[in-house]
């Protein structure tokens, strides 16, 4: 019992101290993955480096993987271009095994102590996050300590210590074991780890090892099948995909498990560091052979998941609850979100200067149609930034969920005043009301400084640049002392009877809401400057 209790205590500090510092590199280096997946090319072998960095950053091929299915999702990869960053997900993870193959032994105390420090008092902070890092080395290697005095004991419960031997002389039972193992712990480094602790208490031997190795490559495929359930096609494609990869490599290595066993044993003079090798040369192996091949895997996963993709709706893209596992990246998809939603209240703003300037009412359905669209994003992507933990993220991260949170309002309020000025042109249609040539300029103006306040705004969100930000503080005040021109030019059309009274308390309240409309545009230009104070 004591050993069943000392190993489940020792993997659960594993595990927690691989989330630290996960949590740690994450928020070091995790917002630039999304960038780098983003920018992949149709080369494959590109995204392989892509994924073999991204594994890496995030300590976890599995997470890679809800990663990448929630971008393809979203329609930010292709699949062809998701499995080539998925095999290269498959060489990062096994930096995770090298690493823990390190005897440091009574080291791992003054590392933790060390990491706590720069923790705590460089909260919030770069060496902060480093501090993190370092904390969660610590109690990583401080769970396999664990692990590992608690698994000597095994000798003393000969069937189980048959059973894992066994592993050696059969080995698809190890394969099995490892897969389930790896299955219900949801982590193939965790599973690694076991095996490596194990094999440094002389419990098992090389083959055996191997066999659980393979079994736990299996295993960690569960993880992406589960997060591909309801997702689109191609990101259930990719899934299965990482399953048949594994499976296919698997096999193959099986038929020739006692040669590898030979030429892994011949690359380190210590059986912990074998098992690790094992684990790279397998999946080193499988990824250069298949890399080649990615155009038939695409092929393959199309066969075994029949089916064509639905088309896109104006619904979000970008915003899978798997994102929020890494919360700088999700802070990177609601901007991405964001930036939709204000590209959609610009159409509004063109398609409602349309309604005025060419007396066009198809254009009215247009921007009604929309509006439901950027209504419907402003309640998800709030949602969305709720469910971000704050806590996770750097001071810069922290400041843009905060402005989000204000942006999304402003963008809907845009898009309402799209629509109020949209509906009165509408009306204007119907009666054949018409506004006099100098009001048409004067609106034509109008709308041409709002529209550009509002796009000068959009390009401060998207570049997080000072100089856009500033140049529509500036232009904000023209559009305000061009409202007052314009009114009393309006009062003056009145007095001389140029206009008529009904289309004139129109032409007032259109420039009233395109007044309002610069209003916001400045506060979301005001709101990027505090980004990076």
């Known amino acids: 019992m004591m050993m069943i209790l000392g190993t489940a205590g020792g993997l659960a500090l594993f595990l927690y101290g691989l989330r630290v510092l996960s949590d740690g590199l994450k928020r070091v280096a995790g917002e630039r993955i999304r960038g780098f997946l983003e920018r992949i090319t149709g080369r494959a072998y590109r995204g392989a480096m892509v994924g073999a960095l991204s594994s890496g950053i995030l300590q ?126 949801q982590s193939s480094s965790a599973m690694t780890a076991l095996i490596i602790a194990m094999g440094s208490t002389g419990i098992l031997t090389l083959p055996a090892a191997i066999a659980l190795i393979f079994g736990a490559n299996i295993g960690t495929t569960v993880t992406a099948l589960i997060a591909s359930i309801g997702s689109s096609l191609s990101s259930r494609r990719l899934a299965i995909a990482q399953l048949v990869v594994n499976i296919l490599g698997v096999t193959a290595f099986l038929l020739f498990i006692s040669p590898y066993s030979k030429i892994v044993e011949a690359t380190a003079g210590n059986l912990p560091r074998q098992i690790a090798n094992a684990h790279s040369i397998f999946n080193v192996t499988v990824t250069l052979v298949l890399l080649p091949c990615v155009g038939r895997l695409v092929w393959l996963t199309k066969k075994i998941v029949p089916g064509r993709e639905a088309k896109v709706h104006l619904t979000p893209r970008s915003l899978g609850a798997e994102f929020l596992n890494t919360p700088s990246i999700a802070v990177k998809q609601a901007q991405s979100e964001l930036l939709r939603m204000g590209r959609m209240a610009e159409v509004m703003l063109d398609s409602c200067r349309a309604v005025f300037l060419e007396g066009s009412i198809k254009h009215v359905a247009t921007v009604l149609e929309t509006e439901e669209a950027v209504d419907s994003l402003e309640k998800a992507i709030d949602s969305f930034l709720d469910r971000i933990d704050a806590s996770k993220l750097n001071t810069v991260n922290k400041r843009r969920l905060h402005m989000f949170h204000h942006v999304i309002s402003d963008i809907e309020r845009v898009g309402d005043h799209a629509v109020n000025i949209a ?111």
């Open 423 to 533: 509906e009165r042109g509408q009306v204007m249609i119907k009666r054949g009301d018409s506004f006099s040539q100098q009001a048409q300029d004067e609106l034509d103006n109008m709308f041409k400084k709002a529209s550009w306040l509002y796009n000068l705004s959009i390009q401060a969100l998207t570049t997080e640049e000072e100089q856009p930000a500033r140049d529509a503080l500036d232009l904000e005040k023209e559009v305000d002392q061009l409202e007052i021109r314009y009114k009393k030019h309006h009062i003056e059309r009145l007095e001389k009877g140029v206009c008529n009274q009904t289309a004139g308390i129109i032409f007032v309240e259109v420039l009233r809401n395109l007044e309002r409309i610069g209003d916001h545009a400045v506060n979301i230009a005001g709101d990027t400057l505090l980004i990076h104070r």
């Open 60 to 185: 976890s091929s599995s997470m890679t993987m809800v990663l990448l299915i929630g971008l393809i999702n979203a329609g930010v990869l292709t699949l062809a271009q998701g499995i080539g960053v998925m095999l290269g997900a498959e060489i990062g993870t096994t930096i995770t095994a090298q690493l823990i193959a390190f005897k440091i032994g009574r080291y791992y105390l003054p590392v933790i102590a060390i990491g706590f420090i720069m923790y705590e008092a460089f909260r919030g902070k770069k060496p902060g996050d480093i501090g993190q890092i370092i904390l969660g080395f610590g109690l990583l290697f401080m769970g396999m300590s664990v692990v590992s005095t608690s698994l000597g004991q095994i000798a003393e419960a000969p069937a189980i210590l048959h059973l894992l031997r066994n592993c050696g002389t059969n080995p698809l039972l190890g394969v099995l074991i490892g897969a389930g193992v790896t299955a219900i712990i």
